[in-house]
C-alpha cells in the first residue's frame, strides 16, 4: 500500500513497485486520513509511507495506526528529505528512501522482505533494534544511539545475541543485533564466512588455509578473522566476481 499527497509521486512509485515483478499494489491514498481505514480493508504487507503530508504527517499516521488498528504492515518511509532518518528509526522503519526514488534501491528494499518472509514483523515503534541507510546502520540501546559506517568495518564478529564491529582504526563496537539480522542490511562486499564472522572483501588480503583464517592487513595492522573449510571455495568464487563487475 502506498500513502503519498503528491499523485504524480504516488502514481511513479506504483509503477516502479508494479514493474519490479515482486510487489501488487492493493491499495493507494493521497489523503492520509483516508489511508487508516485502507489499511484495516487491505491489511498490507508492506506499507510505503511519506513523510510531509499536510495535515497528517507519516509519523503521525503511524501512531494513529497503532492506536486505532491491529493493523502491523512493515513500513518503509519515502521523503525528500534525508533529515527524519533517525525519526524514522524510532518508529521501528523497516526502510528509509530517499526521493527520487532508485529502482534498484527499491529492489533491493523487496529482497530483503522476501528474505524476511516468515518471520514475526517488529511491533512499530517498540522493538526494531536498528535502521539502514545506504552505508550507515544505526543501532538504538539503552544508553544512546550508535552509528556505524560500514566503508570502515573489517569484520563483524558475534557471540550470541551480541555483535562485535571491527574497524580498521583498531576500534571495536559491540551491539545488541543478531548478525543474521545485521548481514541483510550489508553491502555486497560483505561477505559470511561462518556461522559467527562477516568479512569486509575491500579489506581482504589472504586466506590462511593453516589457520583457517581471512587476513587483512591495512598499513602495519593485521587482521584475522575464522572462516569455515567449506566456505573458501565460495569465498573465492566470490571474489572473482566482485572483480569480473569491476
Do not use: W
Not at 201 to 207: F, P, V
Amino acid at each position: 500500500m502506498i500513502v503519498e499527497d503528491e499523485p504524480e509521486a504516488l502514481d511513479l512509485l506504483a509503477g516502479l513497485l508494479e514493474a519490479t515483478g515482486m510487489a501488487e499494489v492493493v491499495a493507494s491514498s493521497s489523503d492520509p486520513f483516508e489511508a487508516i481505514d485502507l489499511l484495516v480493508i487491505n491489511e498490507p504487507d508492506i506499507l510505503f509511507l511519506d513523510i510531509k503530508m499536510p495535515g497528517m504527517s507519516g509519523f503521525d499516521l503511524i501512531s494513529e495506526m497503532n492506536r486505532k488498528t491491529s493493523v502491523n504492515p512493515h513500513v518503509v518511509f519515502t521523503t525528500a528529505h534525508d533529515e527524519y532518518a533517525i525519526k524514522a528509526f524510532d518508529y521501528a522503519a523497516f526502510d528509509y528512501l530517499l526521493k527520487p526514488i532508485d529502482p534498484d534501491r527499491l529492489t533491493e528494499t523487496l529482497r530483503r522482505y522476501k528474505g524476511q518472509a516468515g518471520e514475526r514483523k517488529p511491533d512499530n515503534g517498540r522493538q526494531q533494534q536498528f535502521y539502514h541507510s545506504e552505508k550507515i546502520l544505526i543501532f538504538r540501546g539503552v544508553t544512546g544511539v550508535t552509528f556505524i559506517d560500514t566503508d570502515d568495518v573489517v569484520y563483524i564478529t558475534a557471540d550470541g545475541n551480541y555483535s562485535s564491529f571491527h574497524f580498521i582504526s583498531g576500534r571495536v563496537e559491540t551491539v545488541t543485533a543478531l548478525i543474521g539480522n545485521i548481514e541483510m542490511h550489508l553491502g555486497k562486499q560483505f561477505f559470511r564466512t561462518g556461522r559467527s564472522c562477516i568479512v569486509n572483501t575491500a579489506y581482504l588480503a589472504r586466506i590462511d588455509m593453516k589457520q583457517m583464517t581471512c587476513v587483512f592487513i591495512r598499513g602495519e595492522r593485521e587482521y584475522r578473522c575464522e572462516i569455515s573449510r567449506d566456505k573458501v571455495k565460495t569465498l573465492m568464487d566470490f571474489m572473482k566476481s566482485r572483480i569480473t563487475e569491476n
